[in-house]
């Protein structure tokens, strides 16, 4: 039996573990792209982690000067300034720290996209929750200052967590047995 045209989710069963699961072909590539959108979080932070560790022992400070120069920015401007300043008091213990949160964050996206790929309830609340402590932070970051770049994540964010949340309510629907 096919679905009526235009039906955006279309039923077709899913096995996860000993009972099969109603979800759709289109749902279940949204869960998987969201998996690798995590994945790939979870290996951006973990380059930045790694590339913190290689600024160990090194003159931060030189570096960032090095960096604006580099990029022909103005030293004298207030953001370079700040990045200058703040490499300047960047410490080897204050790396270390900063490459094992990014680690921690890392494996936490790597956790979180295993579990959505697999299509594990764990999964899936560890996305809802995740992405829902972001929320009152973009919808702060909007009404302060609308930009591109906070309502894209803003919306985004709404999206995930919109079907991620759907998923799980799927899940505990009642299936019919006679089908």
Not at 46 to 59: A, M
Request: net charge positive; with cysteine; aromatic share 12%.
């Amino acid at each position: 039996m096919t679905p009526p045209d235009g039906l955006f989710f279309a039923p077709v069963i899913v096995s996860l573990g000993e009972k099969p699961i109603m979800t759709s072909n289109r749902l279940q590539e949204s869960i998987r792209a969201v998996a690798i959108f995590e994945a790939v979080k979870g290996a951006l932070a973990l380059v930045v982690g790694l590339g913190l560790l290689g600024l160990l022992h090194k003159d931060t400070h030189r570096l960032a000067c090095e960096f604006i120069s580099l990029v022909h920015l103005s030293s004298a401007q207030k953001y370079s300034k700040l990045f200058i300043d703040l490499a300047g008091n960047i410490t080897d213990n204050k790396l270390w720290l900063f490459s094992g949160l990014a680690l921690v964050y890392s494996a936490f996206r790597f956790v979180e996209g295993y579990g959505l790929w697999k299509e594990r309830v764990w999964g899936e609340w560890l996305a809802v929750v995740s992405g829902m402590i972001y929320l009152p932070i973009e919808v702060y970051e909007v009404c302060v200052k609308i930009s591109f770049v906070s309502v894209f994540a803003l919306v985004a964010n709404i999206l995930v967590v919109g079907v991620v949340a759907y998923v799980l309510i799927q899940k505990k629907q009642p299936r019919d047995k006679s089908s």
